[in-house]
Structures are given as C-alpha cells and as structure tokens.
Antibody
Framework: EVQLVESGGGLVQPGGSLRLSCAAS????????MTWVRQAPGKGLEWVSV???????IIADSVKGRFTISRDISKNTLYLQMDSLRVEDTATYYC??????????WGQGTLVTVSS | DIQMTQSPSTLSASVGDRVTITCRAS??????LAWYQQKPGRAPKVLIY???SLQTGVPSRFSGSGSETEFTLTISSLQPDDSATYYC?????????FGQGTMLEIK
C-alpha cells in the first residue's frame, strides 16, 4: 500500500528539540520531492520545508535556523529535526509527497505541543 | 511571499446546490494552483491540480478554473459528504502558500 506514516510528536518544553519521522511505503520517497506542512490547532495550513530528490532543501523563514529536513534513503524515511522549539510551533505536522508541485499523498499527521 | 486569499471564509448551502469558492493570488501564478478538501481530524486531500485538472478518484462534481491571479473551485451539486474545509495552494514558487480556508457547511 502506498502510504506515509509520521511519528515522533509529543509534548516538549520551549527551547527543546524533537525529531519527526515520516516512513514511506509503496513508493520510493527519494525519487520524489517530499514536504512538511503544519497546521496549528484550529488554524490553516502552513508549508514548512521541501527536500528535493537531489538532497537539497528549502525551508520556511519562520523556522529557518531551527528546523532541518533530511532523509534516510535506506529506510525510505523523511525527517524533520526541530530545535529551539517555541510555543508557536505547536501544530499537527504532516509529511506529504509533492507531485510536480501539488501534494498528492499525505500522512495522518503527528501532533507537536510546545508548552511549559 | 505570494499571498492567497479565499472567499468566502464560511459558506452554508443545501444538498443539490451549486457552490463556488474563490481564491485570489497577490501576483500571477499562471495555473500553478491546487485545491484541497480537509475534514476534521483528517489530512487534506487533493481535489484539483494545475487549476483545473481533476485528481484521480475525485468525483466529477468538483471542478476548477482560472489563471494568473483568480481561481474558482465549483461543486456542481452539493452532497452531504462535501461538508469540509477547502484550501487553495499556490506552487508557482517557494514558499508554497495556502489560502486561509473556506469552511463549507451543509444546511
């Protein structure tokens, strides 16, 4: 089955770190642009980062210098390393496959709560 | 960054109605626009890409149109299952940006 499954969310204190994982199955994640999108509780969608097939990445200004996108090709898994977390980073984080720009496959999401 | 503005923010309509949601871009994005449907507690699902191309498996009552800065999503005959929030997304450049969403309620 073609799917994405996120994990790694949870409760963390401001200034803390988390690493989110997104395990792909049924397709080669490394052969696609892969993206993280987040959604704060009750709010809209916010694009966070994209990882190109080449391994290069673009990251949103709101998280630049704090978040890093990466992958493990052998595990067919995408990651989002989140450091120096802030209360405003509280959101459900989705990974998504980018099909020529739009997102044709989404994971179920993982909730990150930043609170003291 | 390109700003995407949807209207209306909320919409209430009856089963069988024709419904239109508008999305405006702050600058030209050609036809690099997608529409998503999101139900509570679920991930978004793509309906339309490249402004008017219907994603495989999406009912034909959904259609998209527009180019440059003005786009519309139309549901030709509203069904109870269409109750959801709808988002537009531009992928003309990075950062990709989304509209603020349109919450569609079935009367």
């Amino acid at each position: 089955e073609v799917q994405l499954v996120e994990s790694g969310g949870g409760l963390v204190q401001p200034g803390g770190s988390l690493r989110l994982s997104c395990a792909a199955s049924g397709f080669n994640a490394g052969g696609n642009y892969m993206t993280w999108v987040r959604q704060a509780p009750g709010k809209g969608l916010e694009w966070v980062s994209v990882l190109y097939t080449t391994g290069s990445a673009i990251i949103a200004d709101s998280v630049k210098g704090r978040f890093t996108i990466s992958r493990d090709i052998s595990k067919n898994t995408l990651y989002l390393q989140m450091d120096s977390l802030r209360v405003e980073d509280t959101a459900t984080y989705y990974c998504a496959r980018s099909s020529s720009g739009w997102f044709d496959l989404w994971g179920q999401g993982t909730l990150v709560t930043v609170s003291s | 960054d390109i700003q995407m503005t949807q209207s209306p923010s909320t919409l209430s309509a009856s089963v069988g109605d024709r419904v239109t949601i508008t999305c405006r871009a702050s600058q030209s994005i050609s036809r690099w626009l997608a529409w998503y449907q999101q139900k509570p507690g679920r991930a978004p699902k793509v309906l339309i890409y490249k402004a008017s191309s219907l994603q495989t498996g999406v009912p034909s009552r959904f259609s998209g149109s527009g180019s440059e800065t003005e786009f519309t999503l139309t549901i030709s005959s509203l069904q109870p299952d269409d109750s959801a929030t709808y988002y537009c997304q531009q992928y003309h450049n990075y950062p990709n940006t989304f509209g603020q969403g349109t919450m569609l309620e079935i009367k």
